[in-house]
C-alpha cells in the first residue's frame, strides 16, 4: 500500500513539475536561440542590401552561415498539411477499442476510386508513430507515397498511449490519469491489432486487408494470431520489416546496460507513466533546436536514436532532415510496454507481462507469466514476406531462425538488406532502391 502511495506522488510529480519545467527550459532556449539568430541576421541584412554589388563581403558569409541555422519549414508543419501538400488526399479517422481506447489512424490515397481490392495497412514499431512512415516526405522516397501514387488505398495506424493516441471513451483528463497510462505490450496485441484490421475492413467495405509492420508491428500482430489464428482470413498477406518475435540476442550496448540495471523497470514502478510522449509544442522546440543548434541538439538526438535502435550508416539517414524528423518524432509509448519488452529479453521468449509471483498466481493461476502459444503460428498459412537489415540490433538472424521455425512456412519469403539498422527500413533515404521495389512486387502479386 505505501508503495502505491509512492507511485501516486511520483506520477504527480512528475506530471506537474518536472514535465512543466522541462518545457519551460526548452521553451526559453528556444525563444532565445531563435530571436539571436533572426535579430543578427536582421541587422546583417541592412548590410548587405549596402554592398550588395561586392562579392562574398563578410557580412554574406555571414548571413550563409546564418541561414544554415534557421529551422527547415517542415518542423512546423502538420502531417495533414504536408500529404495534401504532396498531393495526396488525407483522412483522419478515429477508432475505438473494446476497452475504450480512442487510437488514430491516418488514410493516404490518390485514386479515389480505389482501384486496388486490397487495402494497406502499416503499423509502427515501438516508441514510433504513423508519422515515422513519412519522415523523408518525397514522393520517390517515402514508401506511404510511392503506394498511394500506384493507386493503393494507404493507411497508416497508431497504438495506444502514443502522442496520436491520448484519448479514451470513459476515463476523464487521460494526460493525468495514471490508468489511463496503465497499459502493456499484452493490450496492444489483445484490442489494438484487431480493431484496426476490422475497422479498416468496415470503412472499406473489403474482405481482406494487407497487413505491414515494422518490429513491434509484427509483434503484436503474432501475438494476437497465436491465440486466434483463424483471424488470419482477415488479411490476404503479411510483410514485416525487421520482425519481432524473440529478441533474446539483443546487440545494442545501451538496453543491454538498461536491462541489467532494471532502468526501464525503475521509471514504470516509480510512477512515471510514459517514454518519449511530447505534445506538438515539444517536439517542435526540440526539431528547430536540432537545425539553430546542431553540436548540441541534433548530435545530442542522434546519439539517443543511435544507442536504442542501433547506429545506422549515416549515409543511409538524410542528417540535414534529423531536425525535421524529432519536431515529431518519437510517437512515444506507456512506461509498462517498454518493461515488457526488457521481460521479453530475459526470459526469452513471448510471453504476458510479469507482475510478479503473487500477482501472477491471481491473474494466470502460475507463478510466473504463461507465454503466447507462438506454436499456433505454424496454421499461420497466408503469404508472409520478411526484411532484415544485417546491421539490426534489435532482431538478428538467431531470433528470426528462431521465429521462422515456429511458422508455417509454405509460402514464406526472407531477404536480408546489406548494412540496415533497424530504423533504416523506414528511415533509409535508399530504401526506394534496396527495399521498397521488393515489397511492391510482393504487394502486387496479391491484389487479387
Not at 35 to 44: H, N, Q
Request: proline letters at 4%; hydrophobic letters at 40%.
Amino acid at each position: 500500500m505505501n508503495f502505491q502511495i509512492i507511485q501516486t506522488i511520483t506520477f504527480y510529480f512528475f506530471i506537474w513539475v518536472i514535465k512543466p519545467f522541462a518545457n519551460v527550459g526548452l521553451s526559453f532556449t528556444y525563444y532565445t536561440t531563435y530571436i539571436a539568430i533572426y535579430l543578427t541576421d536582421f541587422v546583417l541584412s541592412l548590410f548587405v542590401k549596402e554592398c550588395e554589388s561586392r562579392n562574398q563581403t563578410v557580412f554574406h558569409k555571414l548571413r550563409k552561415i546564418l541561414n544554415k541555422h534557421k529551422p527547415y519549414y517542415g518542423v512546423y508543419t502538420q502531417a495533414t498539411d504536408m500529404i495534401i501538400d504532396q498531393g495526396y488526399n488525407f483522412e483522419s479517422h478515429k477508432i475505438i477499442t473494446e476497452d475504450g481506447y480512442i487510437l488514430t489512424i491516418w488514410r493516404i490515397y490518390k485514386d479515389v476510386t480505389h482501384p486496388h481490392p486490397h487495402p494497406i495497412i502499416m503499423q509502427h514499431g515501438l516508441l514510433d508513430s504513423s508519422w515515422s512512415w513519412l519522415i523523408n516526405n518525397d514522393k520517390k522516397l517515402t514508401l506511404p507515397y510511392i503506394l498511394a501514387e500506384q493507386g493503393y488505398d494507404v493507411w497508416l495506424a497508431n497504438n495506444r498511449c502514443n502522442k496520436y493516441c491520448i484519448g479514451h471513451t470513459k476515463l476523464q483528463s487521460v494526460n493525468y490519469n495514471q490508468q489511463f497510462w496503465d497499459c502493456s505490450f499484452d493490450d496492444l496485441a489483445k484490442y489494438d491489432f484487431k480493431a484496426i484490421i476490422i475497422y479498416v475492413k468496415n470503412v472499406t467495405q473489403r474482405a481482406k486487408v494487407i497487413y505491414l509492420g515494422h518490429s513491434q508491428g509484427t509483434t503484436q500482430a503474432f501475438a494476437y494470431l497465436s491465440n486466434n489464428i483463424e483471424f488470419q482470413h482477415h488479411l490476404k498477406c503479411f510483410i514485416g520489416l525487421g520482425p519481432a518475435m524473440f529478441i533474446s540476442n539483443l546487440r545494442s550496448n545501451f538496453l543491454q546496460w538498461a536491462i541489467k540495471l532494471y532502468l526501464f523497470e525503475l521509471i514504470y514502478y516509480l510512477g512515471i507513466p510514459y517514454f518519449f510522449v511530447f505534445d506538438d509544442g515539444f517536439n517542435i522546440k526540440i526539431g528547430a533546436l536540432c537545425y539553430m543548434i546542431p553540436s548540441i541538439f541534433r548530435s545530442f538526438f542522434f546519439e539517443i536514436t543511435n544507442q536504442l535502435c542501433g547506429f545506422p550508416q549515416k549515409n543511409k539517414i538524410d542528417l540535414n532532415r534529423f531536425g525535421n524528423m524529432v519536431a515529431h518524432e518519437p510517437g512515444g509509448s506507456a512506461s509498462k510496454n517498454i518493461v515488457q519488452w526488457m521481460q521479453f529479453f530475459r526470459s526469452k521468449q513471448l510471453q504476458y507481462f510479469d507482475y510478479g509471483t503473487s500477482q501472477n498466481l491471481i491473474l494466470y493461476g502460475q507463478r510466473d507469466p504463461p507465454p503466447y502459444p507462438v506454436d499456433n503460428l505454424k496454421n499461420f498459412i497466408i503469404p508472409k514476406y520478411f526484411y532484415l537489415g544485417t546491421k539490426d540490433v534489435i532482431t538478428d538472424t538467431d531470433d528470426l531462425g528462431k521465429m521462422l521455425s515456429k511458422l508455417d512456412q509454405t509460402h514464406m519469403k526472407v531477404e536480408f538488406i546489406d548494412d540496415y539498422a533497424h530504423l533504416d527500413y523506414v528511415w533509409a533515404v535508399d530504401a526506394h532502391v534496396k527495399l521498397y521495389p521488393s515489397i511492391l512486387k510482393n504487394i502486387k502479386e496479391n491484389q487479387n
